[in-house]
């Protein structure tokens, strides 16, 4: 992915997006939302653990938002020598979660 030109066009794709009115922009994103099911993410914490106030970190978390027709998502975090696994699921838009 760091070799990848996609960023790039994510990127210029976001920059066109904001110059575009919020209805235009509002309804792309509503096209691409509604071909989603989930939206997965995973965060890289950090190797050796945070120390606030002279105590170790134990527990960091981590919930992908969801924005639009999204049901979904799975996060996952590393941390320090813990893997957590997230899953959030939307009521209004699965009827069974």
């Not at 110059?19 to 099911?37: D, F, I, M, W």
């Not at 190797?47 to 106030?53: D, G, L, M």
């Amino acid at each position: 992915m760091k070799n990848s030109p996609s960023p790039f066009g994510y990127y210029y794709l976001i920059v066109i997006m904001m110059y575009l009115p919020r209805v235009v922009s509002q309804a792309l994103l509503e096209a691409y939302a509604g071909k989603c099911t989930f939206a997965f993410s995973n965060v890289p914490g950090p190797r050796a653990p945070y120390v606030v106030v002279g105590s170790k970190v134990k527990h960091i978390s981590f919930f992908v938002p969801q924005m639009l027709k999204v049901c979904g998502g799975v996060s996952l975090i590393s941390h320090y020598d813990t893997f957590k696994l997230g899953i959030m699921l939307d009521k209004a838009v699965i009827d069974n979660p």
